[in-house]
Each structure stands twice: as structure tokens, then as C-alpha cells.
């Protein structure tokens, strides 16, 4: 597996469920630190 983002913080909107948490799963997969928001 890549780790292409290590060390990189992403910021991901929606993180909380859906396409935004996948994103910020697949993200944190490759080596990011994801920083996410869910507002309801």
C-alpha cells in the first residue's frame, strides 16, 4: 500500500458518514492525519 499523504494533514468536511467518512478513512489509510467536521 501507498503511503503517499504520510505525515500530511487533510481536512475533510462531512467526515461523519457517507463519501466524506470514506474519504477520511481512505486518507487515514494512506498515512494522513485527517481532520474532519459532521455538522448537523
Known amino acids: ?5 504520510e505525515g500530511k494533514t487533510v481536512i475533510v ?6 463519501i466524506g467518512r470514506a474519504a477520511a478513512l481512505a486518507c487515514s489509510v494512506a498515512g494522513a492525519l485527517p481532520a474532519g467536521e459532521s455538522g448537523n
Open 1 to 5: 500500500m501507498s503511503r503517499d499523504l
Open 13 to 18: 468536511t462531512g467526515g461523519g458518514s457517507g
